[in-house]
């Protein structure tokens, strides 16, 4: 059975550094463009990044540009999100979501980000 | 950025009635490829995202076919032929056709 299993969430302070995983298992993730979406507490749905099968082409939102780094090791079948300079409205349910055109037919279960001091 | 904008955004509904929901986007989502990348999620509460069509109306696997979906250009619409308790929750469009890519609202759906 395909899986996404979210992992790496926790409280950080502002300022601070986080690394999100998402790991596969059930396909194989070189196969597939890869996502990471948030969601804030009480909120809607919000794009964050996106990476390419290969690792090559990356996209962020404008939100976290120049602060989260999107990676993906495919021997490991493992996506990564490294987040710095944290700030209290990256609190959010960050998912991982397979495809890109083919957007979200699969979504980790979620990994919660808290930012506060 | 290309906007989606959902109505309603609450939507109370009677077991065994339909349900609607319209999605509008402010740039047409026609990829070059000539397909358009409109996607319905849902979202039970507590649970993660749940895809329910892509490419406006085609349904994924397991999805009960009291859901369709139609539109082109740059309205869409989500239609629940008839309610289920099982369907509460909020539900949202999605454009995959210009990065960055985005969502609309939300819409939640609850029952009378």
């Known amino acids: 059975e395909v899986h996404l299993v979210d992992s790496g969430g926790g409280l950080v302070q502002p300022g601070g550094s986080l690394r999100l995983s998402c790991a596969a298992s059930?396909?194989?993730?070189?196969?597939?463009?890869m996502n990471w979406v948030r969601q804030a507490p009480g909120k809607g749905l919000e794009w964050v990044s996106y990476?390419?099968?290969?690792?090559?082409?990356?996209y962020y939102a404008d939100s976290v540009k120049g602060r989260f780094t999107i990676s993906r090791d495919n021997a490991e079948n493992s996506l990564y999100l490294q987040m710095n300079s944290l700030r209290a409205e990256d609190t959010a349910v960050y998912y991982c979501?397979?495809?890109?055109?083919?957007?979200?037919?699969?979504w980790g279960q979620g990994t919660t980000v808290t930012v506060s001091s | 950025d290309v906007v989606m904008t959902q109505s309603p955004l609450s939507l109370p509904v009677t077991l065994g009635q339909p349900a609607s929901i319209s999605c509008r986007s402010s740039q047409g989502l026609v990829h070059s490829d000539g397909k358009t990348y409109l996607n319905w999620f849902q979202q039970r509460p507590g649970q993660s995202p749940r895809r329910l069509l892509y490419r406006v109306s085609n349904r994924d696997s397991g999805v009960p076919d009291r859901f369709s979906g139609s539109g082109s250009g740059t309205d869409f619409t989500l239609e629940i032929s008839r309610v289920e308790a099982e369907d509460v929750g909020v539900y949202y469009c999605m454009q995959a056709t210009h990065w960055p890519r985005t969502f609309g609202q939300g819409t939640k759906v609850e029952i009378k």
């Open positions: 979501a397979r495809g890109a055109w083919a957007f979200g037919d699969v």
């Open positions: 990476i390419s099968e290969s690792g090559n082409t990356m």
């Open positions: 059930g396909f194989t993730l070189s196969n597939y463009n």
